[in-house]
C-alpha cells in the first residue's frame, strides 16, 4: 500500500502565482521522518526539508513554506511567487524508523511565463 | 563539502548482459541505498547496508546483488539485464548507527543512467 499520497499528478501555473503541494502519509511508527524533494528535468533530487515527527513547527525558507499537521497526517509544500526554474518533479517522502525512504508518486510543477 | 560520488553517470547494456554501479559515499558515512526510479515513476527503495552488512531489503530483483566493502563503497550487480531495468539508480548515503537511524539524513548522488537496448 502507498504509505505517502500526492494527489496531484501535475499542476500548471503562471509566473508570480502561489501553488501548494499535497502530500499525505500513513504510518503507525511514532517516530518518523517527512521529506521534500525536488528532482529538475537534468533527474538529480534536491533535498528541500526534513521534519521529524515531533516537530509539527511550520518552516519558512524563501518562497518555500512547509506546513505539518499530525491530526490530518499532512505535510504540504507552498510556493510562493512562483518563478520559472521552480519547474520540477516534487517528491513526497516518509521514513518510518530512520529507515528507507518511501516516495510519494511525485507532482509535475509547470510554471509558465 | 565532498558529496556521494557515482558511476558511470551513463551506461548502455543490452538484452542479458550485466551492469555494475559503483557508489562512494560521503567520508564518514558508513550507511548506503540504492534506489531505481524508472521512467516517470518515483524511486523505489532497492536495498541498503550499514557497516558493510545488509541491513534492510526492499524490491530489489533477484537478478541483482549488492555489497559494501571495507572502504565503505558500495557496488550494485545487476545481471541478466531486461528493457525493465532501464532507469536511474539513485544511491544515496548517511552516517549510521542507531542514534543516527533516528536523525536519518540521506544524501543522495547523481544517479545512474541505466539503459538497456
Known amino acids: 500500500a502507498q504509505k505517502v499520497t500526492q494527489a496531484q499528478t501535475e499542476i500548471s501555473v503562471v509566473e508570480k502565482e502561489d501553488v501548494t503541494l499535497d502530500c499525505v502519509y500513513e504510518?503507525?511508527?511514532?517516530?518518523?521522518?517527512l521529506f521534500w524533494y525536488k528532482q529538475p528535468p537534468s533527474g538529480e533530487l534536491v533535498f528541500l526539508i526534513r521534519?521529524?515527527?515531533?516537530?509539527?513547527q511550520n518552516e519558512i525558507s524563501g518562497r518555500y513554506s512547509w506546513n505539518f499537521q499530525k491530526s490530518t497526517s499532512s505535510f504540504n509544500f507552498t510556493i510562493t511567487a512562483s518563478q520559472v526554474v521552480d519547474s520540477a518533479v516534487y517528491f513526497c517522502?516518509?521514513?518510518?524508523?530512520?529507515?528507507?525512504?518511501?516516495f510519494g508518486k511525485g507532482t509535475s510543477l509547470l510554471v509558465t511565463p | 563539502a565532498a558529496g556521494v560520488i557515482q558511476s558511470p553517470r551513463h551506461l548502455i547494456k543490452e538484452k542479458r548482459e550485466t551492469a555494475t554501479l559503483k557508489c562512494y559515499p560521503i567520508?564518514?558515512?558508513?550507511?548506503v541505498y540504492w534506489y531505481q526510479q524508472g521512467p516517470g515513476q518515483d524511486p523505489q527503495f532497492l536495498i541498503s547496508?550499514?557497516?558493510?552488512?545488509?541491513?534492510d531489503k526492499g524490491s530489489i530483483p533477484d537478478r541483482f546483488s549488492a555489497q559494501q566493502f571495507s572502504d565503505y563503497h558500495s557496488e550494485l550487480n545487476m545481471s541478466s539485464l531486461e528493457l525493465g531495468d532501464s532507469a536511474l539508480y539513485f544511491c544515496?548515503?548517511?552516517?549510521?548507527?542507531?542514534?543516527?537511524?533516528?536523525?536519518?539524513?540521506?544524501?543522495f548522488g547523481p544517479g545512474t543512467r541505466l539503459t538497456v537496448l
Open positions: 547496508f550499514y557497516e558493510k552488512m545488509q541491513s
Open positions: 504510518t503507525r511508527d511514532t517516530t518518523y521522518y
Open positions: 544515496a548515503s548517511s552516517s549510521g548507527g542507531e542514534g543516527a537511524r533516528l536523525y536519518n539524513e540521506q544524501f
Open positions: 521534519r521529524n515527527s515531533f516537530d509539527e
Open positions: 567520508p564518514r558515512h558508513d550507511t
Open positions: 517522502a516518509l521514513s518510518e524508523s530512520g529507515y528507507a525512504l518511501n
